[in-house]
Nanobody
Framework: QVQVVESGGGLVQSGGSLRLSCAAS????????MGWYRQAPGKQREFVAT???????NYANSVKGRFTISRDNAENTVYLQMNSLKPEDTAVYYCNAYAIPNGRTYWGQGTQVTVSS
């Protein structure tokens, strides 16, 4: 059974930092492209960052230079380091695993990030 579990969300002041973690199990993690998405209240889910199995990163313009995605294949975990947080970063953050071998996408339940002004 595949599980994708996010952690690390919380309340932080504007300008602060948080690190989100996403642990995946039941899949060949090293063969997964991993991503972070977010959904603010009343808005659609949007792309934040991705990190392919080959190590290629991609970021939304809104977070470029502030957020960093990384992975530890030995720990089956992907991270999102978020610095210089802004109130507009407030959202539920979701982890996404695209398993290359079977072409399936798996989502976590999300973790809330709230940035106060």
């Amino acid at each position: 059974q595949v599980q994708v579990v996010e952690s690390g969300g919380g309340l932080v002041q504007s300008g602060g930092s948080l690190r989100l973690s996403c642990a995946a199990s039941g899949i060949s993690f090293s063969l997964c492209d991993m991503g972070w998405y977010r959904q603010a209240p009343g808005k659609q889910r949007e792309f934040v960052a991705t990190l392919t199995s080959g190590g290629v990163t991609n970021y939304a313009n809104s977070v470029k230079g502030r957020f960093t995605i990384s992975r530890d294949n030995a720990e089956n975990t992907v991270y999102l380091q978020m610095n210089s947080l802004k109130p507009e970063d407030t959202a539920v953050y979701y982890c996404n695993a695209y398993a290359i071998p079977n072409g399936r996408t798996y989502w976590g339940q999300g973790t809330q990030v709230t940035v106060s002004s």
